[in-house]
């Protein structure tokens, strides 16, 4: 139970590197939030100013309404999973668990029985006398889970906690950790590099580049509203494909020109970008690869000979290269196609984001 | 760990190669082991076969020897003083060592490398270098000629600092974190966490400064006058001179030296494994 808030939090490193820049995020009560971006953009740094491991440089840090940024780590009853584990090696799994509760002065049988409780549910308790050093790599995040549980914190904090595990077992610990959340009805902050893993667990998701919040939105709105190109292109695989293109006045109405053709406009679009003023001048368009649909000659926005074709059972993704460079097209239509065949695309307008070439800040989407 | 590997020399090169370190290590440790040997058996000979050099062994065991040195001299309670002097001193060096080293090595701070510059600093400096102004300290202290002042004096091992931040860093710093996360003090995660995975380098340091402090000579024998304050090697010289007997009892002084080892050859019987490891840089972290 937990309300978090950082306001305009700064992380200055001793080096003079700045590593988060004054950052505001608000986390409300069993809140699950996703730390995502790319490696080097700061997520680990704010984790573990949350988590005090790490000084803040500036701004404040508010856990339930008071300020913390100088209550150390154990004062702050936060559990967190980290990426290696971190299991005490001296230690069999069932002391790993119990750590915590011991250093509260928990009563022995008390100890006992919800060390036995959260083993039983994480399917640990035949482990329980094992050494961490005994174990498979799953079977050590569940201890490391359960180590966290056992405590009923205020907030979670999981830094990358799936990131060294097998595809196979990532994803059935995806939904463990899924289930989990349900359960226990906690704030949850995660952090992690892989959209996939925020796109599914998050409820709310925090995109962050250099240091810097690019958007804070639910899933579904990051997919369909990013605010700028970078979020657009980190959102989504395969990517979302970015191409130059012309405002362009026919007939009184406004459409996009490529090389290769020329896009359709929805009347929203096309005011907006009227109204701002982009008529005759370029823009960078984007749309996903399965918002890209099969044509006519004279209807194509793209024209290009398949370089790839992969078919992945339900659907297919065609990589073709067209004068505006390499297009990707995820579609149903799983008719097997030949390397070198020629075909013809256009995005559903509807579905069509554009960006300002100069700021890359979305237009409209 | 064993590391199994061919060797594809001959067979009489296989054989010279073994020889040679067998010669080698051999010869190094007959040197090494003479004095102590000579100690022993010189300790139950006569004094008249003491002197003599062509009987090695003792024609006449003298177990009396050894009876007089331990019921009838004041070696056994100089050897008490030794002792827990030493285990007092050594505590606190663990207990000392043990902190710094874990802030220098687990806390972050902007001094932090000067700190670790100024301690390595001090262990270039000669330990006589340090006796006179000490001794200053001491006195104006009131603790010359006392236990508490030869404890005071030594409660600060750079050695040992060395030997513990060696070890901590072998320590992946997640774990230091995991256990402030769970509630842990750092005062708890340094002996809860820390300790238990580095005790080959506590073994090691405690054995290597219980052994120094227990032979000491020099320092304690400038700060303590009264025979009731004596370390061994102090004793040792005390009753090698006493009543002047400048070199005359020999017998007796082997023995009483045979007798002061012992404690130091029990002690390392029992933590010879852990010494090892300590020494070659291991950290006993392995599963
Ligand atoms: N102790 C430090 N001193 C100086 N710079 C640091 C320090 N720790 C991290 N950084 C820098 O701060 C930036 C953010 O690091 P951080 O670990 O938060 O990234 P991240 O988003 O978690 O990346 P990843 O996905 O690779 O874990 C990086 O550029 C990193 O090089
Ligand atoms: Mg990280």
């Known amino acids: ?365 | 760990m064993n590391t199994h590997y061919k060797d594809n020399r001959s067979l009489p090169v296989r054989i010279l190669s073994v020889l040679g370190k067998v010669l080698i290590l051999g010869t190094a440790g007959i040197f090494t082991a003479f004095p102590f040997i000579w100690m022993i058996v010189s300790s139950l000979k006569t004094k008249a076969d003491i002197l003599n050099t062509d009987i090695f062994f003792p024609t006449d065991p003298q177990w009396s020897n050894i009876a007089s040195i331990i019921f009838r001299s004041p070696i056994p309670r100089y050897i008490f003083n030794s002792a827990w002097v030493s285990l007092v001193i050594v505590g606190l060096q663990i207990i000392t060592g043990a902190m710094l080293a874990y802030a220098l090595v687990f806390l972050k701070f902007r001094t932090n490398k000067l700190l670790f510059g100024i301690v390595m600093g001090t262990y270039m400096l000669p330990v006589a270098a340090t006796y006179i102004p000490s001794y200053i300290i001491l006195a104006d202290w009131h603790m010359l000629d006392s236990f508490r002042g030869l404890i005071i004096s030594s409660t600060v091992s750079i050695f040992g600092i060395f030997l513990l931040r060696q070890g901590f860093m072998q320590i992946p710093k997640g774990l230091v974190e995991a256990a402030r996360m769970d509630g842990a003090s750092h005062w708890r995660a340094l002996w809860e966490i820390v300790c238990p995975m580095t005790k080959a380098s506590f073994i090691t340091f405690g054995l290597m400064n219980f052994i120094s402090t227990y032979n000491n000579y020099m320092w304690p024998s400038l700060i303590t006058k009264s025979s009731e304050y004596f370390l061994v090697s102090q004793g040792l010289r005390a009753f090698f001179i006493r009543d002047g007997a400048y070199g005359t009892e020999w017998a007796l002084v082997m023995a009483a030296s045979a007798v002061v080892v012992v404690p130091l050859l029990v002690l390392f019987a029992f933590t010879q494994k852990w010494f090892i490891n300590g020494i070659g840089g291991e950290t006993g972290i392995k599963g």
């Open chain 1, 1 to 365: 139970m937990a309300e978090i808030i950082l306001n305009n939090i700064t992380k200055e490193y001793d080096n003079g590197f700045q590593a988060v820049k004054n950052i505001n995020l608000e986390i409300k009560d069993n809140e699950f939030v996703i730390l995502v971006g790319p490696s080097g953009c700061g997520k680990s740094t704010t984790l573990r100013m949350i988590a005090g491991l790490e000084d803040i440089s500036d701004g404040d840090l508010f856990l339930d309404g008071k300020r913390i940024n100088d209550v150390p780590p154990q004062e702050r009853d936060i559990a967190m999973v980290f990426q290696n584990y971190a299991l005490y090696p001296h230690m069999t799994v069932y002391q790993n668990i119990a750590y915590s509760l011991k250093i509260k002065k928990v009563p022995k049988d008390e100890i006992d029985r919800r060390v036995r409780e959260t083993a039983a549910s994480l399917g640990l308790t035949e482990l329980l006398d094992r050494k961490p050093g005994q174990l498979s790599g799953g079977q050590k995040q569940r201890v490391a889970m359960g180590r966290a549980i056992i405590r009923h914190p205020k907030a979670f904090l999981m830094d990358e906690p799936l990131s060294n595990l097998d595809a196979k077992l990532r994803g059935q610990m995806r939904v463990e950790i899924a289930d989990l959340y349900q359960r226990l009805n906690t704030t949850f902050i995660y952090v992690t590099h892989d959209q996939t893993e925020a796109m599914t667990l998050g409820t709310k998701i925090v995109v962050m580049k250099d240091g810097e919040i690019q958007q804070i939105d639910n899933p579904t709105n990051l997919f369909n509203y990013p605010v700028n190109k970078f979020v657009a292109g980190f959102i989504g695989t395969p990517t979302m494909n970015f191409f130059d293109a012309e405002c362009v006045e026919e007939d009184g109405k406004l459409c996009l020109k490529t090389l290769d053709g020329k896009i359709e406009l929805t009347p929203e679009k096309e005011q907006k970008l009227k109204e701002d003023g982009w008529t005759g001048r370029k823009v960078t368009a984007g749309i996903r690869p399965e918002h890209l649909e099969f044509c006519t000659e004279e209807q194509a926005a793209f024209k290009g000979e398949i370089s790839v074709f992969e078919l992945l059972g339900s659907n297919a993704i065609i990589y073709a290269q067209c004068a505006d460079g390499r297009v990707v097209m995820n579609t149903n239509d799983t008719v097997s196609r030949e390397h070198g065949e020629t075909v013809f695309m256009k995005p559903r307008e509807e579905k069509l984001h554009i960006f300002d070439p100069e700021t890359e800040r979305i237009i409209t989407n």
